[in-house]
Structure formats: structure tokens, C-alpha cells
């Protein structure tokens, strides 16, 4: 009987009591997907317009690739001012300050698939 007492608790509690409403984003707008194939010469991978949302995926399971968000030349190696995505990696900005400048790539090995969502 004490068994039926709590789950009987617990289901007053669960429907009839005030719920705890979590805030959920009005902002519908449609995102974009394209696939970039990044090789070991820097390229454009997103050019620049104003986003509400930036996502870059690396798809490869062994290359590296490493992107500037600020229009200036990556290089192939982890340096300050890049961001560095491992294989089966990804970065996304959902919210704040989402950049809008030309996204620049290079990757650690030729015909890496980047997929970027904006």
C-alpha cells in the first residue's frame, strides 16, 4: 500500500502541480547546409554575410582542418588566431555574437569534407 501511496504522490505531482516552463527560442529561421571539400591549399569555405547561426563539421575520421573566421589565411597547424577542428570534430554558434566575416580553411590532408551550417 505505501507503494501506491508514492506513485499516487507522484503523479499529482507530475500532472497537477506548476509546471517549470523552460524558455524556448521564438527565432524560426531556416538554416543552410553545403558541403565544402577543404584541401591542403587555403579556401573559402562560407563567404561572409550576416548569420543568425554557424556551424562547421569536420566529416573526415582522420584529417584535421583549420579555419579563421575573421578572413585571414589559415595555416595547417594549431596556431593562435585559427580555430582547430579534429577529425569528427565541429564548432557551432547558436547564440551572442555569431560571426559574419569570410570562413577560411586548410586541412591536414587533401579533399577534407567540411560541412558548414548557417
Same mark, same amino acid.
Given at each position: 500500500?505505501?507503494?501506491?501511496?508514492?506513485?499516487t504522490?507522484?503523479?499529482?505531482a507530475?500532472?497537477?502541480?506548476?509546471q517549470t516552463s523552460?524558455?524556448q +527560442? &521564438?527565432?524560426t529561421?531556416?538554416? /543552410?547546409?553545403?558541403?565544402? =571539400?577543404?584541401g591542403?591549399s587555403? *579556401?573559402t569555405?562560407?563567404?561572409?554575410?550576416p548569420?543568425?547561426?554557424?556551424?562547421?563539421l569536420?566529416?573526415?575520421?582522420?584529417?584535421?582542418?583549420?579555419?579563421?573566421?575573421?578572413? +585571414? &589565411?589559415?595555416?595547417?597547424?594549431? /596556431?593562435?588566431?585559427?580555430? =582547430?577542428i579534429?577529425?569528427?570534430? *565541429?564548432?557551432a554558434w547558436a547564440?551572442g555574437?555569431?560571426?559574419?566575416?569570410?570562413?577560411?580553411?586548410?586541412?591536414?590532408?587533401?579533399?577534407?569534407?567540411?560541412?558548414?551550417?548557417?
Amino acid at each position: 500500500m505505501r507503494f501506491l501511496r508514492l506513485t499516487t504522490a507522484a503523479l499529482v505531482a507530475a500532472f497537477l502541480l506548476p509546471q517549470t516552463s523552460w524558455a524556448q +527560442s &521564438t527565432d524560426t529561421h531556416s538554416l /543552410t547546409s553545403h558541403g565544402v =571539400t577543404v584541401g591542403t591549399s587555403s *579556401g573559402t569555405a562560407s563567404n561572409p554575410n550576416p548569420r543568425k547561426h554557424l556551424e562547421l563539421l569536420n566529416q573526415s575520421t582522420t584529417a584535421t582542418i583549420y579555419c579563421t573566421i575573421d578572413g +585571414s &589565411t589559415p595555416v595547417a597547424a594549431a /596556431t593562435a588566431n585559427q580555430i =582547430t577542428i579534429p577529425p569528427l570534430g *565541429g564548432i557551432a554558434w547558436a547564440e551572442g555574437t555569431i560571426p559574419a566575416n569570410k570562413v577560411t580553411c586548410i586541412a591536414s590532408a587533401a579533399s577534407t569534407p567540411l560541412t558548414v551550417l548557417e
